[in-house]
């Protein structure tokens, strides 16, 4: 069983920057395939960025060039660095493993954790 475990989430001021980290136990946890999403306030969950296990790596339009994927096999975690943030980035941000990387879309799997909140001020 894995449980990531999400952090770093916080109240910014527009055109800040934020690094959420996803670290959980389980021994390939970092190297499989992964996703972070998030949840605006009244909106569906959008998958945002996505890193294979090879470390390729996919963005939603929304936040490419500001949002960056990253892990770090070493600590088992898994990074999102979020530069130059606007007021549409606040939002539940969660990280999803034990899904599928294929032709560059990540399918979400079956482990997700308890979401940190990002919340930027105009």
């Known amino acids: 069983q894995v449980q990531p475990v999400e952090s770093g989430g916080g109240l910014v001021q527009a055109g800040g920057s934020l690094r959420l980290s996803c670290a959980a136990s389980?021994?390939?946890?970092?190297?499989?395939?992964m996703g972070w999403y998030r949840r605006a306030p009244g909106k569906q969950r959008e998958l945002v960025a996505s890193i294979s296990s090879g470390g390729s790596t996919k963005y939603a339009d929304s936040v490419k060039g500001r949002f960056t994927i990253s892990r770090d096999t070493a600590e088992n975690t898994v990074y999102l660095q979020i530069n130059g943030l606007k007021p549409e980035d606040t939002a539940v941000y969660y990280c999803?493993?034990?899904?599928?990387?294929?032709?560059?879309?990540?399918?979400?799997?079956?482990?997700w954790g308890q979401g940190t909140q990002v919340t930027v001020s105009s």
């Open positions: 999803n493993t034990g899904g599928s990387y294929r032709a560059g879309y990540y399918s979400a799997g079956a482990y």
């Open positions: 389980g021994s390939s946890f970092s190297t499989n395939a």
